[in-house]
């Protein structure tokens, strides 16, 4: 995030953000403004007030002067008067197909989030939560203090402990069925115990019910949080990357 510059002439200026780490306020050394910024929600400006050269203003990008006025967001060019990109995504085909090596058919993540379809989009039209700094992948805007890999392993942690839960009381009433056979085969002095078959095929029925509702669960984590998840990981790699 943009801190401040200084000028050939040695002017100090200091920067002033919003939430999503847009320049609303550039102040000189003496502490008065001198360029102030408003912008829409993909990122136009409302206000526009300069006295000093400033390419730098939504989400603290560097935007290209005029005529296009483009946002230069390294893998391909930003309009924010559009909230479109001008080019395509050039992860598109990896983001919509699906991994097998001989089908073409769309991923169900873009069922789940059908907006992964147009290539152009912005953040898949919901700037007031999501940035993209790097044109290739949205991430949510830092300092929030959420994260969609923890919301993710948390979910499936649930999943499991729902299952294990599950399988536990499942054993207790196995087992208190067993002992209550017992019971009754020393009250009555039986020695066959067919009862206790039926204790245990109670027992593995409740297993397979647990298993189907964990698959269940885990599915619509993946489907809820899983794709974020990995957004995030690729902006973590590609934070990195020398552009």
């Given at each position: 995030m943009l801190v401040g510059k200084i000028t050939s002439d040695n002017e100090l200026y200091q920067y002033f953000h919003d939430g999503l780490g847009s320049i609303t306020m550039i102040v000189d050394s003496s502490g008065s403004y001198q360029n102030l910024y408003t912008y829409d929600d993909f990122g136009d400006f409302r206000k526009k007030d300069e006295s000093v050269n400033n390419s730098y203003c939504y989400t603290g990008q560097e935007r290209d002067e005029?005529?296009?006025?483009?946002?230069?967001?390294?893998?391909?060019?930003y309009a924010a008067g559009m909230g479109r990109f001008t080019q395509?995504?050039?992860m598109f085909g990896m983001k919509n197909i699906s991994s097998s090596c001989h089908s073409s058919s769309l991923s169900p993540l873009v069922f789940d989030e059908p907006q992964l379809i147009n290539p152009y989009l912005y953040v898949t039209n919901n700037p007031i939560i999501w940035i993209d700094v790097t044109g290739l992948v949205r991430i949510v805007v830092p300092g929030m203090g959420f994260s969609f890999c923890t919301q993710f392993?948390?979910?499936?942690?649930?999943?499991?402990?729902?299952?294990?839960?599950a399988i536990g009381n499942a054993n207790t009433l196995k087992n208190n069925c067993i002992e209550n056979n017992r019971r009754m085969r020393e009250c009555y002095d039986i020695?066959?115990?067919?009862?206790?078959?039926?204790c245990h095929m109670f027992y593995y029925n409740e297993v397979l019910k647990a298993d189907g509702k964990f698959t269940s669960e885990a599915l619509n984590c993946a489907g809820k949080w899983g794709y974020a998840c990995l957004q995030e990981k690729e902006y973590e790699m590609l934070a990195n990357y020398p552009w």
């Amino acid at each position: 995030m943009l801190v401040g510059k200084i000028t050939s002439d040695n002017e100090l200026y200091q920067y002033f953000h919003d939430g999503l780490g847009s320049i609303t306020m550039i102040v000189d050394s003496s502490g008065s403004y001198q360029n102030l910024y408003t912008y829409d929600d993909f990122g136009d400006f409302r206000k526009k007030d300069e006295s000093v050269n400033n390419s730098y203003c939504y989400t603290g990008q560097e935007r290209d002067e005029a005529p296009s006025g483009l946002y230069n967001l390294r893998a391909r060019y930003y309009a924010a008067g559009m909230g479109r990109f001008t080019q395509e995504d050039p992860m598109f085909g990896m983001k919509n197909i699906s991994s097998s090596c001989h089908s073409s058919s769309l991923s169900p993540l873009v069922f789940d989030e059908p907006q992964l379809i147009n290539p152009y989009l912005y953040v898949t039209n919901n700037p007031i939560i999501w940035i993209d700094v790097t044109g290739l992948v949205r991430i949510v805007v830092p300092g929030m203090g959420f994260s969609f890999c923890t919301q993710f392993r948390e979910c499936v942690d649930n999943a499991v402990e729902n299952k294990n839960k599950a399988i536990g009381n499942a054993n207790t009433l196995k087992n208190n069925c067993i002992e209550n056979n017992r019971r009754m085969r020393e009250c009555y002095d039986i020695l066959f115990e067919p009862q206790d078959l039926l204790c245990h095929m109670f027992y593995y029925n409740e297993v397979l019910k647990a298993d189907g509702k964990f698959t269940s669960e885990a599915l619509n984590c993946a489907g809820k949080w899983g794709y974020a998840c990995l957004q995030e990981k690729e902006y973590e790699m590609l934070a990195n990357y020398p552009w």
